[in-house]
């Protein structure tokens, strides 16, 4: 903007900030991580269950004389997780994040999860201990070992009294009785990890599968199986180990460092031994099978030899003799017709030649009037043969007749 | 029950599975057979022999 230079020189005027602006100021301001998904302990004040469902509180402390507070807002939708009835003068843990609601300038912090002290704080260190363990690789997949399918001699690491041994041994001795190694520990009270611990690391090498075991409890009395030291104990077991901490719902550390979790104690039972009335049929199935399958090459044998001894039959040979003689007899056919149709032509020749010959013979020859001559046996052919006085005969038709040359007369 | 045992199951699931084999012959089917039997008599054996046996752990 231009200043106009007939105006004296005035303090600019200050700036002023709309409310949306200035509520932006402080939303940005808030968004630090040391005031964004932490856990705030304190004592609950003011508690105020709205029947919208939302709950109003401050969470309070006394430090040196002073009080402080900080207003919480809890909504119904994650109020509805809450496993414990808020009240005044209760103390506990709370995760959260510090938020300004803009539409009326609250700023609170505003709860996600909310736990009675005691308790939450232990829970706080089972995911602390979750976290470190797994970075230490103890929950790998890659570490998870199958368990032996036929064991000889079965671990058990739970109290010697109660009802969790008794299911055990009721489940293996009604499925696959077999032997069954006790290592007795407290499974509940400040010392019981140490003590599971060790049964757990004593029977390492000695069976052949370990249950870890303990009936069902609060988060307190499973505990000790979420503590760092049994964990560690049944990671490094080299025996194949299975978990059965308390109820199906409830999960503890232990069952993440096991090979197999079982939901119960006596749903362990059932998977480290099979049925043996199952193995057994198993075991029978075999015996038609291989049944079944001789009998298959038997008959496949017997019928190989029937198709080769109807192969090698006589009559087929008989047949094949027959098939040759007949053959052979079809070609003599052949032959013979072939010849006497030769002859036939044959003689038709012999006639014409016949016919042939009887014209020129003396016999028809004498029969026209002529005579041959004949002088001592031969054919007189010239006049030049003759002599005076010789004597010849005269054939001729119906005779012949003795003469003598009277004179002979060359031509 | 032993680890014996195991191998004898797997032995005889071997055992059927060559003698479901077509290219087996009649002659070595008819040994696997008589092996077979004997398997299985020993692991019914053995399944009927199992009992339950209960100690506590001596420490090493």
Redesign the interface.
């Known amino acids: 903007m231009d200043q106009d230079p007939a105006v004296p020189w005035q303090e600019p005027a200050p700036v002023v900030l709309g409310v949306a602006e200035i509520s932006g100021i402080i939303s940005d301001a808030l968004d630090d991580e040391r005031l964004q998904e932490i856990w705030i302990r304190g004592e609950i004040t003011s508690y105020k269950h709205h029947h919208s469902g939302h709950r109003y509180f401050s969470l309070s402390e006394q430090v040196s004389g002073r009080n402080y507070a900080i207003k919480c807002i809890m909504w119904q939708s994650r109020a509805q997780g809450l496993d414990f009835e808020p009240r005044d003068g209760l103390v506990v843990i709370a995760l959260g994040s510090v938020q300004v609601y803009e539409a009326r300038g609250d700023l609170g912090f505003y709860v996600q999860e909310m736990l009675p002290a005691g308790a939450g704080e232990k829970h706080l260190l089972v995911e602390k201990w979750k976290k470190e363990l797994a970075a230490e690789g103890l929950f790998a997949e890659e570490r998870k070992r199958p368990l ?5 001699r079965v ?1 058990v690491v739970t109290a010697r009294t109660g009802a969790v041994l008794q299911d055990i ?1 009721n489940v ?2 009604r499925r ?9 520990t407290a499974v509940q009270g400040d010392l019981a990890h140490v003590e599971i611990a060790r ?1 757990v690391r ?2 390492d090498g ?1 069976v052949e599968v370990i249950i870890v075991a303990r009936g069902g409890g609060s988060f307190d009395d499973l505990f000790p199986f979420n503590h760092p030291e049994v964990v560690r104990a049944i990671a490094c077991c080299c025996t194949p180990v299975v978990s059965a901490v308390g109820h199906e719902v409830d999960h503890v550390l232990a069952d993440l460092a096991a090979d197999r979790r079982a939901p119960t104690p006596s749903a362990a039972a059932e998977l480290v031994v099979p049925d ?1 009335a199952e ?2 049929r ?3 199935g ?2 038609d ?3 079944n ?2 009998e298959k ?2 008959q496949a ?1 017997g019928l190989l030899i029937e198709d080769l001894k109807s192969r090698l039959q006589p009559r087929r040979i008989g047949r094949r003799i027959n098939d040759s003689r007949e053959e052979v007899s079809e070609i003599e056919e052949d032959l013979n017709r072939a010849i006497l149709a030769k002859i036939e032509r044959g003689r038709g020749e012999l006639g014409r030649l016949v016919a042939l010959l009887e014209g020129r013979s003396p016999a028809t020859i004498l029969s026209r009037g002529y005579c041959i001559a004949e002088k001592d046996g031969r054919v007189v052919r010239a006049a030049g043969d003759l002599r005076t006085g010789d004597r010849v005969r005269l054939r001729m038709s119906g005779g012949r007749a003795d003469t003598r040359i009277e004179k002979v007369y060359h031509e | ?3 014996k ?2 191998e004898m ?1 797997e032995e ?2 071997e ?2 599975k060559k ?2 084999d077509p290219d ?3 002659d070595e ?2 040994a ?2 008589e092996k ?2 004997a398997l ?1 008599r020993e ?2 054996r053995k ?1 009927a022999d ?8 001596t ?2």
């Open positions: 032996p399918a036929f064991p000889a671990g041994l293996i001795g696959f009785p077999i032997e069954i190694v006790l290592s007795p049964a004593i029977l000695q043996r193995v057994a198993e075991v029978g075999s015996l099978r291989m049944r399958a001789l090459k038997v044998a | 029950m032993s680890r045992f195991e199951l005889l699931k055992v059927v003698m479901e087996t012959g009649l089917s008819i696997l057979y077979g039997a299985i692991c019914e399944l199992a009992e339950l046996k209960v100690t506590e752990v420490e090493k």
